[in-house]
């Protein structure tokens, strides 16, 4: 049961910024957008997480509509290290039990030189 | 440096042959987990745990075994591996269940003929 979509791939010049968009049609009031990248084969990264309000870390933004049923992640100066897949997935903030990240299919994000 | 450490990283084996696949974190996490990576599924969580003597099972737990005797190792178990269970596994530790950002490890490729 996908809770996001996402486009399979997407490309992005070096030096400029990657806008990565996720739609959550279903998302519920107490569902939290995050997001998480994998390198090739390596474990996932947590990049960047939020609510309603745009987020912004070393690392990323995240924007998110007023209405909640999407979002964008915004790499601002892509490199060529930032080549990977990329996750968005919701879920509530506070759970018991099994904190389990429903990984979908991502985004491939190919940096081009 | 915080960290999750994964042994070994790569292993191939034959079926019925016992296997032990370790993983440890020295942030001092109470939340534990081990997920599978394979082609089209993304990743499905195997075995948690809440904290020392408290394990549980995931979504994919069948033909594993964990055990949580110390706070910092989450060591997984194939009793008799079979062929079904070449997969990229994944070991991740967080403070909590509720804990927005999961630290992973970076995996043990398995082949088991």
């Known amino acids: 049961d996908a809770k996001t979509t996402q486009p399979t791939s997407m490309d992005c010049a070096e030096g400029r910024a990657a806008n990565l968009p996720c739609n959550h049609s279903t998302i519920s009031g107490n569902e939290y957008v995050y997001w998480y990248r994998q390198i090739h084969s390596q474990g996932p990264q947590y990049i960047i997480h939020?609510?309603?309000n745009n987020e912004t870390n070393e690392m990323a933004s995240l924007i998110i509509t007023e209405d909640r049923k999407s979002s964008t992640l915004i790499l601002p100066h892509a490199t060529l290290r930032d080549t990977a897949v990329y996750y968005c997935?919701?879920?509530?903030?506070?759970?018991?039990?099994?904190?389990?990240?429903?990984f979908g299919t991502g985004t491939r994000l190919t940096v081009i030189p | 440096e915080a960290q999750v450490t994964q042994n070994p990283r790569y292993l191939i084996t034959v079926t019925g042959k016992k296997l032990t696949v370790t993983c440890s974190q020295n942030?001092?996490?109470?939340?534990m987990s081990w997920y599978r990576q394979d082609p089209g599924l993304g990743l499905r969580q195997i075995y948690y745990s809440m904290n020392v003597e408290v394990t549980d099972k995931g979504d994919v737990p069948e033909g594993y075994k964990v055990s949580r005797k110390e706070k910092r190792n989450f060591p997984l178990i194939l009793e008799s591996p079979s062929p079904n269970q070449t997969s990229l596994y994944f070991c991740?530790?967080?403070?909590?269940?509720?804990?927005?950002?999961?630290?992973f490890g970076p995996g043990t490729r398995l082949t088991v003929t």
């Open positions: 997935i919701v879920r509530p903030r506070y759970q018991t039990g099994a904190n389990n990240l429903f």
């Open positions: 942030m001092n996490h109470e939340y």
């Open positions: 991740a530790s967080s403070i909590g269940p509720s804990s927005y950002e999961q630290y």
């Open positions: 939020g609510l309603k």
